[in-house]
């Protein structure tokens, strides 16, 4: 028997679960009570349970783990489950569209929760923080929580970033496909500001004139700065219920919590957005009162095909209950007792057979306070023995062994109905499933190699524990016998895993043999020791340099015979080349001692001094062309000699001038005075 001691009321369900294993105790079967944090969340765990009864458990306390393990050890190993009600499971739990109400007989009905009708406000956060998979399993919460309200309830969704923008006014709810339209429009981005959302949630609620009033705040942040007391406070007192939800860690839980006791409401924490849904579907059901019926009510009993439960029970003997949850029953499903009204019947009791198991859901509980006539009923033990019973595994017979190995990444398994008689033998059917780590389910193709032995093969790829459930036939007509044979394998992990100690005779051998050393975590500054670090010599083919040197000079061989280049020309080009570089320099030089001399030349005229002139002579002047013309140049850039006329070598005499020569001279001086302004008598002279 679970109990959830995180329940609204865990006195009253330990008590309860109390009084359920004495009455099964007092039946002859041996069960235990245990926390809900102590059941195994893998299946293979669930293997040695025979029957497991949840008593009032929520399935968000359950979790998504815990839920599907069960449902995989009803459906797929044969298991038995039985689940007492309270104001903490079925519709009210959060059962609604969950692995675990797909393997109970009941199920969450919207049509029969319509008493009261309820005007729900929801708060949606779609600041940045919820882009992903947040803002989208809060659209899907919201659609979910807008399917289930009733055509007389109103509905309206605000949503909030930074400003708060009403993504379906407050509403009634029977257009239901408009309204999950507008809802799917819902996107992401911008900052968190909560509290003109929930003003105005506030607002509207108040002008409407429903029978429940309610809010649902979710959000995943922490909200700028609002009197969120005095809010809650004033919805309080308007009789408007706020429930929170904090998703992930980063939301502000001790304002959310603050507010839902304010206003009494709920708080919720999501670890992750999968369990949105859940908290929205059990908060539209609480909020409308619906999924509750607490009153006292006398059961009805009514025949049914399998009586396996009730049998020995009469309708005169059944006391009252004081209260049940709300659901509907499955087709397909035995519903010996009910709570009957003019337009239809509550189940109380449902149970049937789902894949290889059975399951039980009793819709009352909590014997202290719903069924305080039932605990002190005599047959009250008589009717939980046979429930238990009914739901147990079948036990396989003795005669039939089984077998699985595990070899190379693949299972085997064996079946030997040796010891069955040998007219039996032939009548043997089986089949077969294998359930994985992750509960996802293979076929088992189950094989005859030999009279009365049957083997089959599985893969095996990812380690953990391997389910194999094989439900078998056996005998013809009153012999006729049915059951599930279940064994398990297991892929452990690489051995390496097992090792909790270093294996450090083994590292000094391989540091001894490498000629290397051993390390130790006391010292790691050895690491970087100088005499430590040994020279690393690295051996590499010399081939391919000797190819690119062969490539090199062939190609230079190939030039000079092309080019036909010889030794002597080769050294003449280079001379050629250097003479060239040096007279570019000398021209340079004389460049800048030319630009020196004009440069005085203009300081002297500008200060009205005279520059001396050379003498002329009557030589006739030589051009840069003439030998002695480089040597004469040199000394006057060099400043040597520049007041002194250039001379040519002695080696011809010019011819002596002409008369003619003569008075052309003359002319040409007498003008050049003229020409500097000289007085007449100075060119007389």
């Known amino acids: 028997i679970v109990v959830d001691p995180a329940g609204a009321n865990p006195q009253d369900d330990s008590s309860s679960a109390a009084i359920l294993a004495e009455a099964l105790h007092d039946g002859g079967i041996e069960c235990d009570v245990i926390q809900l944090d102590d059941l195994p969340e893998d299946p293979a765990a669930l293997a040695d349970c025979s029957v497991l009864i949840l008593s009032n458990v929520c399935a968000l306390s359950l979790g998504q783990n815990r839920q599907e393990s069960l449902a995989s050890y009803v459906r797929d190993m044969g298991g038995g489950l039985i689940v007492i009600g309270g104001d903490q499971a079925f519709s009210v739990g959060g059962y609604a569209r969950t692995p675990l109400e797909e393997v109970l007989p009941v199920e969450t009905s919207r049509d029969k929760l319509q008493f009261l009708n309820l005007g729900m406000v929801i708060v949606l956060d779609r600041s940045g923080s919820m882009v992903g998979e947040k803002i989208d399993m809060a659209r899907e919460a919201a659609i979910g929580a807008v399917q289930m309200l009733g055509c007389l309830d109103c509905v309206g969704v605000v949503a909030f970033d930074s400003g708060a923008e009403w993504v379906v006014p407050l509403r009634p709810a029977a257009d239901r496909t408009a309204i999950i339209k507008q809802v799917a429009t819902i996107g992401a981005g911008g900052g968190t500001d909560m509290y003109p959302a929930l003003e105005q949630a506030w607002a509207a609620l108040s002008r409407v004139t429903t029978n429940f009033k309610h809010i649902i705040l979710l959000t995943d942040g922490q909200s700028m700065p609002g009197n969120f007391e005095a809010l809650a406070n004033g919805c309080g007192d308007s009789g408007i219920t706020i429930s929170t939800i904090a998703v992930g860690p980063d939301a502000d839980r001790a304002l959310l919590a603050r507010i839902a006791q304010l206003s009494d409401g709920r708080m919720y924490t999501a670890q992750s957005a999968q369990t949105l849904p859940q908290i929205f579907v059990r908060e539209t059901v609480l909020a409308s009162r619906s999924g509750l019926f607490e009153q006292p009510f006398l059961p009805q009993l009514r025949p049914t095909i399998d009586e396996s439960i009730l049998a020995g029970v009469s309708a005169s003997e059944i006391p009252q209950l004081q209260g049940h949850v709300i659901t509907s029953a499955k087709p397909m499903t035995y519903v010996p007792l009910v709570r009957a009204t003019e337009d239809d019947a509550f189940p109380i009791l449902a149970y049937w057979q789902v894949g290889l198991g059975r399951s039980v859901a009793f819709t009352s509980g909590m014997w202290p306070r719903w069924g305080p006539q039932w605990a002190g009923w005599a047959k009250f033990s008589k009717i939980w023995t046979q429930a238990a019973r009914y739901a147990a595994r079948s036990q396989a017979p003795g005669n039939l062994e089984i077998e699985t190995t595990i070899v190379r990444g693949e299972g085997h398994v064996s079946i030997s109905a040796e010891h069955l008689p040998t007219r039996t033998q032939s009548s043997l059917n089986l089949l077969g499933q294998v359930i994985g780590p992750d509960h996802s389910v293979t076929p088992l193709q189950m094989q005859r190699v030999g009279v009365g032995r049957f083997e089959a093969t599985f893969p095996v790829n990812t380690p953990g524990t391997y389910l194999l459930s094989m439900p078998y036939s056996l005998g013809t007509g009153g012999d006729a016998q049915t059951g599930v044979l279940q064994t398990g394998a297991v892929l452990s992990y690489s051995p390496e895993y097992r090792a909790i100690r270093d294996n450090e005779s083994t590292l000094v051998e391989l540091a001894r043999r490498t000629g290397g050393r051993l390390l130790h975590l006391d010292h790691p500054e050895a690491v970087f020791e100088p005499w430590s670090v040994r020279p690393v010599y690295v051996r590499r083919p010399f081939w391919e340099d000797l190819v690119r040197l062969a490539i090199v000079l062939f190609l230079l061989d190939v030039a ?94 010019p011819p002596p001038p002409t008369q003619a020569d003569d008075n052309r001279m003359t002319r040409l001086l007498k003008a050049k005075r003229r020409a500097r302004g000289d007085d007449d008598n100075a060119a007389g002279k």
């Open 560 to 653: 000079v015979r092309r080019i036909a280049v010889t030794p002597a020309g080769a050294v003449k080009a280079v001379r050629n080349y250097i003479r060239e570089l040096a007279g570019s320099s000398r021209m340079a030089d004389s460049a800048g001692t030319l630009g020196a001399l004009r440069g005085v030349k203009a300081r002297a005229e500008a200060t009205g001094q005279r520059v001396p002139e050379a003498p002329v002579s009557n030589r006739p002047h030589r051009t840069f062309k003439d030998a002695a013309a480089p040597d004469a140049l040199e000394r006057a850039l060099n400043g040597t000699d520049f007041d002194k006329p250039v001379v040519a070598p002695p080696t011809q005499r």
